[in-house]
């Protein structure tokens, strides 16, 4: 049961809240998935390295390639006519890779703790990528889930999250999304949103952000007559 202290602050286990992004009240919460709810890194590195060292390619690029659709990351790899070629292979790869995959810290507690109608994942994987890799994790997607598959172009650009948004009836602008992508955290500025950034795959000071944690574990939500309210629990 919420109690609240004396200055009306909602408290948990005896610790204030702190509330986000000066207490505003959300519609909904749009989720990234790899390295935001999950962490896929293992499978992914070996993936795209076996698919590197078969094309040719210095595994260098590992460095600049989170949070980016496959497809704009391969063409900045290769020439064109081995774009549709790498695609394929790569998702052949991260498909059969599902060892080491694991659900992070808070991130099943906070999803459970929001309505189904005012939840989302948005993520840069195509749709069989995505389904395979919640479902080794036994992690309980949302109804709404949005792919690269959707819509024309991927993160950075913005139609990801006003996907997610439309889908769930909502505008963009009363929705917060949560990332852990520089990528993913401009496209859900160019839709409108507020932003969470979590560290993990990039540290703090590359993550644009209207919050930057280190944990979902370290945010919990309300839900109120006017929409979703979240908290901040800093270490």
Same mark, same amino acid.
């Given at each position: 049961?919420?109690?609240?202290?004396?200055? /009306?602050?909602?408290?948990?286990? /005896?610790?204030?809240? %702190?509330?986000?992004?000066?207490?505003?009240?959300?519609?909904?919460?749009?989720?990234?998935?790899?390295?935001?709810?999950?962490?896929?890194?293992?499978?992914?590195?070996?993936?795209?390295?076996?698919?590197?060292?078969?094309?040719?390619? =210095?595994?260098?690029?590992?460095?600049?390639?989170?949070?980016?659709?496959?497809?704009?990351?391969?063409?900045?790899?290769? !020439?064109?006519?081995?774009?549709?070629?790498?695609?394929?292979?790569?998702?052949?790869?991260?498909?059969?890779?599902? =060892?080491?995959?694991?659900?992070?810290?808070?991130?099943?507690?906070?999803?459970?703790?929001?309505?189904?109608?005012?939840?989302?994942?948005?993520?840069?994987? !195509?749709?069989?990528?995505?389904?395979?890799?919640?479902?080794?994790?036994?992690?309980?997607?949302?109804?709404?889930?949005?792919?690269?598959? %959707?819509? *024309?172009?991927?993160?950075?650009?913005? %139609?990801?999250?006003?996907?997610?948004?439309?889908?769930?009836?909502?505008?963009?602008?009363?929705?917060?999304?949560?990332? =852990?992508?520089?990528?993913?955290?401009? !496209?859900?500025?160019?839709? /409108?949103?507020?932003?969470?950034?979590?560290?993990?795959?990039?540290?703090?000071?590359?993550?644009?952000?209207?919050?930057?944690?280190?944990?979902?574990?370290?945010?919990?939500?309300?839900?109120? *007559?006017?929409?979703?309210?979240?908290?901040?629990?800093?270490?």
């Amino acid at each position: 049961m919420q109690k609240n202290d004396s200055a /009306g602050q909602p408290v948990l286990d /005896g610790r204030v809240f %702190d509330a986000v992004l000066d207490g505003r009240v959300f519609d909904a919460v749009l989720f990234d998935m790899d390295g935001t709810l999950i962490d896929s890194t293992p499978a992914v590195v070996r993936s795209w390295l076996r698919w590197a060292s078969e094309f040719g390619v =210095d595994p260098s690029f590992r460095e600049r390639g989170h949070g980016l659709p496959a497809r704009a990351l391969l063409a900045s790899l290769v !020439a064109a006519e081995q774009v549709e070629t790498s695609i394929a292979r790569v998702l052949e790869l991260e498909l059969a890779d599902t =060892d080491d995959i694991v659900v992070l810290p808070g991130a099943a507690a906070l999803m459970g703790s929001i309505p189904e109608a005012r939840r989302a994942i948005v993520t840069s994987c !195509a749709r069989p990528l995505a389904d395979v890799r919640l479902a080794a994790t036994r992690f309980a997607a949302p109804a709404v889930v949005v792919t690269v598959d %959707d819509t *024309p172009r991927g993160k950075p650009h913005p %139609d990801p999250y006003l996907e997610g948004a439309r889908r769930l009836g909502f505008d963009p602008a009363r929705c917060l999304v949560i990332e =852990d992508a520089p990528a993913g955290l401009t !496209a859900a500025r160019a839709a /409108g949103c507020a932003t969470i950034g979590v560290t993990g795959t990039h540290a703090a000071h590359d993550l644009d952000a209207d919050l930057v944690v280190a944990s979902l574990a370290d945010l919990r939500v309300s839900v109120t *007559p006017d929409g979703l309210l979240l908290h901040h629990l800093p270490a």
